[in-house]
């Protein structure tokens, strides 16, 4: 297993992250996941088991030194990076007419800057491996909901996409975004409950994000759209 692609995720400890992981894992692959609770990702090893091929790193998916070191990490644990999956987000369940700002900075920053940053710090290493960036957007970065900055955040990720992969396509490296509709995942305990209809299981999008990251080498999947039947915007 020592020559085994391996994988970064951001926001690996719950979710749809974990549920990458856990799918790769199973698959032979190593993975990192990163997370800036350090409970969480100790569970989530716990729940993994004795596994030489999971390395937990705590830190901030908006700040570059944690990225920058969370990338370092992985190269020193590893010696390689295959494929990085920019999974962290957050959201305020708010609006810009009558919400609290207090909590857009820490939004913006992790669901904008963070994707960013990971592309910045791991790129080098994926030109070595001529790997793939997963980018986790959202339905909402599609279709504009009122007064919704969440949305905002998802439509500049749709458009960090396609910007990065014009870039980076020349060096061999594909970009994939993913882009789910409502999913059940801990992205919902903000907002107190979850919301009507059928939702998306995080295992459901993990499959999208494993098939795109596994495509044959000079095959780059650009965008795919998950939504649960019944889901009309």
């Given amino acids: ?25 199973d698959a032979g692959q190593r993975v990192a996941v990163t997370g800036r609770g350090e409970q969480r990702l100790h569970d989530f090893a716990a729940e993994i088991g004795d596994c030489e091929r999971l390395l937990t790193i705590a830190g901030n998916t908006a700040e570059y030194a944690d990225v920058r070191s ?35 900075t820490e939004m913006v920053l992790t669901n904008v800057l963070g994707p960013a940053l990971l592309i910045r710090a791991s790129i ?34 749709t458009g960090l996409a396609e910007n990065t992969r014009r870039q980076v396509t020349e060096f061999g490296v594909g970009v994939t975004l993913i882009a789910p509709g409502r999913v059940e995942t801990p ?17 459901q999008i993990a499959d999208s994000v494993v098939w795109a990251i596994r495509q044959p080498d000079g095959v780059d999947v650009n965008t795919v759209v998950v939504r649960p039947i019944g889901q009309p915007n």
């Fill in 1 to 25: 297993m020592t020559d085994s692609p391996v994988a970064l995720i951001t926001g690996g400890g719950s979710g749809i992250g974990a549920a990458v992981a856990r799918q790769l894992l």
């Fill in 124 to 157: 080098d290493a994926l030109k070595e491996t001529r790997g793939r960036i997963v980018l986790v957007g959202s339905v909402a970065g599609f279709v504009p909901t009122p007064g919704n900055l969440y949305g905002a955040t998802k439509w500049a990720v």
């Fill in 70 to 104: 969370a990338v370092d990490s992985t190269l020193k644990a590893f010696g390689r990076l295959d494929t990085v999956v920019a999974n962290a987000g957050t959201a305020t369940h708010d609006s810009v007419a009558d919400g609290d700002p207090a909590g857009w």
């Fill in 187 to 203: 992205f919902w305990d903000s907002y107190g409950s979850l919301p009507p209809g059928h939702l998306l299981t995080a295992d």
